[in-house]
Every structure is written in structure tokens, then in C-alpha cells.
């Protein structure tokens, strides 16, 4: 089943300890990106990526980090997380054969205490 | 700068009516736009999207969705609304000249139809 798998699910964790939040996708897309859910802000992109090695910033990468060895994978680090960074995170992956329709997982649920 | 307006953070109709969502946007360039839905507790799933052609665009349980340029407009329309059809929408967008990967979403509008 073609698709876009984010683990873990849910994650409670403490100021300043280091997380990896991974996704991954099977239907070999070249586009792979990063959101943040917040009430009332709808989805902010963090980062992206166009292709093995290839990563940029959207509009909040602020306190993360991304990183694209292989096209499959993407994986997210917040390095020192911060309350501020409680959120819904969704990794989602495209190809230009799609026009841009990208596909998304099934989020991660993020609580920073 | 690329961004999206979704005016209105919700909207109520009664099962049967026909029901739309607004979204108005900005590019530098030539849109590709898009609607996707957020069921409770769900990830996003894809409805339409428009890339040229046709300004109506029909899409996934019934949607569909005209492009209006001049008015830089891609608002969501359904004829007949149905209580399963109570979500959360976005719109996003994507300048054709810039790299497929960058979307700008809206901030999203609930809608909720009553029976």
C-alpha cells in the first residue's frame, strides 16, 4: 500500500532532550516535507526537501533540523525542544508527476513539558 | 510573497443546502491550488486541485472548485451537503515557478452541517 508512515505517533517528552520524530514513504517521491498543525495558525511548512541532499527552509524552521540520505526517509530533530514546540506534525511526500499534490501522513501529536 | 486566506474559520449549513468554503490567494506566479480535508484526529487527505485548464474543477465525495483569476479565487462549492462532510478544510497554494515542494497553506475553515 502506497504510503507515508511517521513514528512515533504520539510523543511526551521535557524541555531539552533531544527527539527524532522519523517518516518515511514508499512511493519513491523526490518531494518530501515537514508541517506544524496549531489552532488557528492552519498548517506552517518547516522544512523540505527536493531530493537526496537537497533540503530547505519553509516558513517556522526555527529549533529544527531535517535530513534527506536517502529518498525514502526524512527525518525530523528537534535538537532542544521547547514548550513552544508542542504541536500536531505532519510529514507529507510528492512528486512532480503528481502536479504538486502531496500526501500525508499520519501525524505525530508532540508535547513538550 | 505566496500566501493563502481562508476569511472565514467556520461555517454552518443544514444537511441538504448547498454549502461553500472561500479562499482567495496570492501568487508571483501561476497557481497550482489545492483543497485537502482533515477529518477529527486524522491526517490530510487530498480533494482537487486545479494546474490548467477547466477553471471548475471537480473532485473527490462531490467537491469541486472554480479557479477565478481575476479575482485570485478558489473557493470549495458542493451542492448538497452531507453531516459526514463536517470537517476541516485548507487551501494551499504553490507558485508553477518555483519548486513543487513549497505549499502555502491557509489557516483552515470548519465546516459543520447539522441535519
Known amino acids: 500500500e502506497a504510503q507515508v508512515t511517521q513514528n512515533p505517533r504520539y510523543l511526551i517528552t521535557v524541555t531539552g532532550k533531544k527527539l527524532t520524530v522519523t517518516c518515511s514513504q514508499n512511493m519513491n517521491h523526490e518531494y518530501m516535507s515537514w508541517y506544524r498543525q496549531d489552532p488557528g495558525l492552519g498548517l506552517r511548512q518547516i522544512y523540505y526537501?527536493?531530493?537526496?541532499?537537497?533540503?530547505d527552509k519553509g516558513d517556522v524552521p526555527e529549533g529544527y533540523k531535517v535530513s534527506r540520505k536517502e529518498k525514502r526517509n526524512f527525518p525530523l530533530i528537534l535538537e532542544s525542544p521547547s514548550p513552544n514546540q508542542t504541536s500536531l506534525y505532519f510529514c507529507?511526500?510528492?512528486?512532480?508527476?503528481?502536479?504538486?499534490?502531496?500526501?500525508f501522513g499520519p501525524g505525530t501529536r508532540l508535547t513538550v513539558l | 510573497a505566496q500566501s493563502v486566506a481562508q476569511p472565514e474559520d467556520q461555517v454552518n449549513v443544514a444537511e441538504g443546502n448547498p454549502l461553500t468554503v472561500k479562499c482567495t490567494y496570492s501568487v508571483s506566479g501561476n497557481p497550482y491550488l489545492f483543497w485537502y480535508v482533515q477529518y477529527p484526529n486524522r491526517g490530510l487527505q487530498f480533494l482537487l486541485k486545479?494546474?490548467?485548464?477547466?477553471?471548475l474543477v471537480k473532485g473527490s465525495y462531490g467537491f469541486e472548485a472554480e479557479f477565478n483569476k481575476s479575482q485570485t479565487s478558489f473557493h470549495l462549492k458542493k451542492p448538497s451537503a452531507l453531516v459526514s462532510d463536517s470537517a476541516l478544510y485548507f487551501c494551499a497554494v504553490t507558485d508553477r515557478g518555483s519548486t513543487l515542494g513549497r505549499l502555502y497553506f491557509g489557516r483552515g475553515t470548519q465546516l459543520t452541517v447539522w441535519p
Open positions: 507529507a511526500s510528492s512528486f512532480e508527476g503528481t502536479g504538486g499534490t502531496q500526501y
Open positions: 526537501s527536493m531530493n537526496v541532499e537537497v533540503t
Open positions: 486545479y494546474i490548467t485548464g477547466d477553471n
